[in-house]
Structures are given as structure tokens and as C-alpha cells.
């Protein structure tokens, strides 16, 4: 991380890359018992929170990455109605998830209380369901929480997370899927977030694996553009002991809710992967 001539940077040693925002305001600062939190002002992409220095949300390019980790698997299962998040601190894949009035509970477990309430503060627009009597918030570990959870009572479980370090370094393993598998109902699905396929392909590997020895018979991962992130591209991996191939697209297509960047097309073309990713990743 850098912080010069106004610019916040973001530089990513180990893949030789960096990407930067031009700011006006350092807004908040505080550091956490888990990680330091930043609120920017920035000329062109509204506010910027930053985790230990990393980007994590901005008011401009936020949909894309809420929209796609939401709704292709929300409209992949058949009936969605228990869900659960893990992070999801600023609250925008919540919001997402709520548009969706057939979801009659979500249960978001972030590590973090400070994040939340942070976003609360500077990212009100992304916290706007966060009264909705069917979000229950709980502020603790997430794998303990999966252990600690019944089996078979969960549809859909999204993985919204930091990079793998730290706390969240223990969500991209085979024995958190495991329990992932454990929880959900016999036609649920995990949703993770699996960062950049062109900078961590051994990483989204990996990801596959774990999730195929820990029981789930398929897994499937989408792409999309989200340029705050190293390389500007980044994924999210399904996986589900059925098919996910299938979806609601007549749902898709007369959803009640507005999105900005999803939509029945972009839900088909996001699965459609480069040739070099689709041969590193199992059949």
C-alpha cells in the first residue's frame, strides 16, 4: 500500500500489479482486535472502504460484485428459502439477498461488528435491508458457527470473505466445506467467492479440490469484471451436490427487483470460461 500525491495504491508485491484510486479525504480510521478499517473520499468512485489497507467496497463498482455473488446462485436453486452468510460485513450481498421475497430467513455471521457498523455509517445504501425482520445478525467466527449449526438446515450458503489470510484463511479449506455440506439441505448450495482467475488460478484449484473431497459432487465456477480488484476480474465458485447448470430463468426474467448488472444473459455468459481456466479446473 502506498498513500501519495493523493492517491490511495494498492500494490500487489507478489503478482507484480497495483491499482489505485485518486482520493480528497481520509473519512475513518480505527483499528479493530482483527483489522485496521478505512473510509476514503475518493474523486471518481464516491467512498472506499479498505480492510488492513486492501479495497474492499466502493459506492461505484459495488453492484457488480454484491449482484454476482447473489443472485446466479439464489435463481440456481429451485427454492431458496434459509440463507446464510459468511462475511459480508458492509452488508451489500444482504441487501442483495433480500430482494428475493421467497428467502424467509438469512442468518449473516461476520467476524467483525466494527465493519458493519462502519458501513452503516459511510455506505448507507448498501445497509438499507438491514432492519428487515428476516436478517439475523451474529458477530463471531464463521467456521465455528458452520460446526456449531444443524444439519440439513440451510439452502444456500454464500462465503463473502476477504482474501484467504488470517480469520478468513480457514473458509477456503476441504474441512469447512465439509461442514458447508453437512448444514445444507439436499439440494443446497455453497456460493464462495474465489478471487482473480488470472492471478490466483492455483488458488481457484485448489478451491474445486477442497470442495469436491468434502463430498460436493459438482462445482461450477462464474466470472465477472470488478475493476477494484487485482487484475480487474473475479469469480465466484458454486458448489452443490446436484446439478448447477439449471436455473430459474423465467424468474430471471420477470424478477420483481432491479439489478444493475445481472440479468439472464449475464448469468449464462458468466459461467462461459476461457480455455486455460477451463483446463486447470476438474470436469
Known amino acids: ?25 481520509k473519512l475513518h480510521e480505527e483499528q479493530t ?7 476514503y473520499d475518493t474523486t471518481e468512485f464516491g467512498k472506499l472502504m479498505t480492510l488492513d489497507q486492501m ?31 459468511i462475511g459480508g ?13 421467497e428467502v424467509k430467513q438469512v442468518v449473516q455471521i461476520e467476524i467483525d461488528e466494527r465493519v458493519t457498523r462502519v458501513a452503516e455509517q ?19 467466527d464463521g467456521i465455528k458457527w458452520m460446526a456449531a449449526a444443524p444439519d440439513h438446515s440451510v439452502d444456500v450458503i454464500i462465503v463473502d470473505s476477504t482474501d484467504p489470510l488470517g ?12 461442514q458447508c455440506r453437512r448444514v445444507l439441505t439436499a439440494h443446497g448450495i455453497l456460493a464462495q467467492q474465489s478471487e482473480s482467475p488470472l492471478l490466483h488460478l492455483p488458488l481457484l484449484q485448489s478451491i474445486h479440490q477442497a470442495m469436491r473431497e468434502a463430498g460436493f459432487a459438482n462445482t461450477r465456477t462464474l466470472h465477472f469484471p470488478q475493476c477494484i480488484y487485482p487484475s480487474g476480474w473475479w469469480s465466484v465458485t458454486l458448489a452443490g451436490a446436484s446439478g448447477l447448470t439449471q436455473f430459474r430463468i423465467n424468474e430471471v426474467l420477470n424478477k420483481k427487483f432491479n439489478t444493475l448488472y445481472y440479468n439472464a444473459d449475464i448469468h449464462q455468459a458468466s459461467f462461459a470460461l476461457p480455455t486455460f481456466v477451463t483446463e486447470a479446473l476438474p470436469r
Open 89 to 101: 460485513g458492509d452488508c451489500g450481498t444482504l441487501r442483495e439477498v433480500l430482494k428475493h421475497d
Open 167 to 178: 480469520p478468513a484463511e480457514g473458509l477456503f479449506d476441504s474441512a469447512f466445506y465439509r
Open 122 to 140: 459511510y455506505f448507507p445504501q448498501l445497509c438499507e435491508s438491514n432492519q428487515d425482520p428476516r436478517a439475523h445478525f451474529h458477530f463471531q
Open 55 to 85: 479495497f474492499m467496497v466502493t459506492d461505484r463498482d459495488n453492484f457488480i460484485y454484491h449482484e454476482m455473488i447473489t443472485h446466479p446462485v439464489l435463481f440456481t436453486h429451485p427454492a431458496p428459502r434459509q440463507v446464510v452468510i
Open 1 to 25: 500500500m502506498s498513500l501519495d500525491n493523493h492517491w490511495f495504491t494498492e500494490v500487489d508485491i507478489t503478482h507484480g500489479t497495483a491499482f489505485s484510486l485518486r482520493i480528497t479525504a
Open 33 to 39: 482486535p482483527f483489522q485496521r478499517i478505512t473510509i
